[in-house]
């Protein structure tokens, strides 16, 4: 009756390549800690890595047999995987991963989602966007809203007063 049902979430691909682009996935997590890709990657991401860390701590040969199928034959990765579990994953029984949505991609506005190890911290540069934030809420808590509007009024007599100087300067010059 259930027979039909996509085990993938990912669309129009083969399933030689929905494997692939999976195991890159993982691969990249446990390298990083930390990647960007689009919400659906990452709901299918987020599913075979914790089943794939779940099967890790059992310890057994037949589970060790497993995972490293999964890697196809990258001991490097098989390896980092058993760092990544015992630094930071050992305390956790699930929810291995988390992932956040964020803005969409510029080029083609596609959503865009971080999936992250759930131990790990964010350190993002400020951007000048969350500087200009930053300076909006400190000048919203220094004055209140007539302090703001007189500021903005003298930015603009200054602004007009510059250029009005500037074109006095060139009507001098030009004469």
Sequence with gaps: MYSNRK????QGKTASHKK?????????????GRIKTTPKKAKVL?????KLVTTF???????????MSFFAENKRA?????????????????GYTRVIKTLPRKG??????????????????KSRLKKMLEERDEVKEEKGVRGRISKAVE????SRANV?????EVRRNSK
């Design 7 to 10: 085990k993938f979430k990912i």
């Design 20 to 32: 692939a682009l999976v195991r890159s996935l993982v691969i990249e997590l446990i390298r990083n």
């Design 46 to 50: 987020k599913k075979e890595f914790d």
């Design 57 to 67: 701590k059992k310890d057994t040969r037949k589970s060790n047999q497993i995972v």
């Design 78 to 94: 098989f390896d980092r995987l058993g760092q990544v579990v015992s630094d930071k994953l050992s305390d956790r029984n699930s």
């Design 108 to 125: 083609d506005n596609a959503e865009q989602a971080y999936v992250m190890l759930v131990n790990t911290e964010i350190k993002e540069k």
């Design 155 to 158: 930015n603009v007599t200054s």
């Design 164 to 168: 009005s100087t500037k074109k006095r």
